[in-house]
């Protein structure tokens, strides 16, 4: 599985490299996913605090 997953990374990153496009959709795309896992944190701590007091 983690050879097959390596071999996808070298063909995404040959693709990446004449599309620079893909290259900033990828970017947008972690961006938006770091942008929901701190949303997901913020809430559980909000929530966890509504909880505590």
Known sequence: I???DVA???QKGCKIA???D???ELQR???AQMH???LKEQFS???SN???T
């Open 2 to 4: 983690v050879r097959s």
């Open 8 to 10: 996808l990374d070298k």
């Open 18 to 20: 004449q599309h620079p």
């Open 22 to 24: 893909i290259m900033l």
């Open 36 to 38: 929901l896992v701190l």
């Open 45 to 47: 701590n909000t929530y």
């Open 29 to 31: 795309e972690k961006a």
């Open 50 to 52: 509504l909880i505590l």
